[in-house]
């Protein structure tokens, strides 16, 4: 996962690696290393120059004193260490700050309404939240209301019949009736939870929104989380933007940070929407999905 982006920070660290001092110069090649990773990587374009510059003046506009204390006495951090905790905590800046919580009502059932594209992983998120919520001892419901994607209902149910959660699809109803009817059906099933598996297209488009807009309306969820493929890096980007104008959403899944994914959505999304991202997907299991933590992906990157 961001191997490249990975990569391009290793060879930073490489250039600084033995140098007694860091002069401009020599951040400024190191700098040149990681920008062409994040580029590669997909990074959105104003995201790198704002990123570069940040610790371009941190690296070169203080006299830092890098004395560190440590059990053998007083002793010097190299610059190329030092120049790595400052990558390392841009980044974190860059993705946090960190907010993985769900908001639940305290009488009622509690909504949840994915939205994303086609494609970006949304039916078997929701199968994975619902996962999680079970071991969290709640009672989830799943809604099948993506009814445009042929195979989405039936990927649900087979997900709900795994996980032992019931499954709720109407096909005579559309979606926004058929969301609304589900939370009937969870008070009176004493669920506790409805997760909402919304219609997505290939590309952004209005009746999909319009729809997305009633479902909003009549069912007043809770969390609205977008669902976004990492591998598109700066697509995904774009397309969260503008999901988020319409839905006002309340923060990110991540799916497939576990494959070679150029990984650029992952450093750009926060700091284009102000949203959060809440959880990545790492992995097509049920069990794959973590916490976002944007030290424990700083850290993952800096290797
Ligand atoms: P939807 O159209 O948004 O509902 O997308 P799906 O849930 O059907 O997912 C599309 C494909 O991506 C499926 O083959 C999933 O198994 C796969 N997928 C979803 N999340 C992940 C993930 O985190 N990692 C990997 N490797 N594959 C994933």
Redesign the pocket.
């Known amino acids: 996962m961001l191997d490249a982006v990975s990569k391009g920070f290793k060879a930073a660290r490489n250039r600084l690696r033995g140098k007694a001092e860091i002069t401009p110069e020599v951040v400024d090649e190191a700098l040149r290393d990681i920008r062409v990773a994040l580029l590669e990587a997909d990074v959105e374009f104003g995201v790198v120059k704002r990123f570069i510059a940040s610790v371009r003046e941190k690296a070169t506009g203080e006299v830092v004193d890098t004395k560190v204390e440590s059990k053998k006495g007083a002793m010097k951090v190299s610059p190329a260490d030092h120049f790595v905790k400052i990558c390392h905590d841009e980044l974190e800046a860059l993705m946090g700050p960190v907010d993985t919580s769900l908001t639940f009502k305290a009488k009622g059932p509690t909504g949840i309404m994915m939205v ?10 929701a199968g994975k939240l619902a996962n999680k919520l079970l071991a969290e001892g709640k009672k989830p419901l799943l809604v099948a209301a ?1 009814i445009y ?1 042929p ?2 209902v039936e ?1 649900l149910k087979v997900l709900g019949q795994r996980l032992g959660v019931p499954v709720y699809h109407d096909p005579n109803a559309r979606p926004p009736q058929m969301c609304k009817a589900a939370f009937e059906q969870a008070r009176a099933q004493h669920r506790d939870v409805v997760i909402l ?1 919304t219609a ?1 297209r290939l590309a952004i488009d209005e009746d999909m929104m319009r729809e997305l807009e009633e479902i909003k309306a009549g069912t007043e969820p809770d969390n609205i989380l977008l ?1 976004a ?1 990492a591998m598109i890096g700066q697509d995904a980007v774009k397309t969260a933007a503008e999901f988020d104008r319409r839905l006002s959403i309340d923060g990110f899944i991540l ?5 070679d994914a150029r990984g650029g959505a992952a450093l750009s999304i926060k700091e284009v929407t102000g949203k959060p991202i809440k959880f ?5 299991n049920l069990d ?1 999905l973590e916490e976002f933590r944007p030290e424990g992906l700083a850290g993952r990157i800096l290797g």
């Open positions: 994303g594209l086609q494609g970006s992983g949304k039916t078997t998120t993506d994607r195979a989405a990927q598996d997505g669902v493929d799916t497939k940070l576990d494959g990545l997907g790492m992995g097509e794959k």
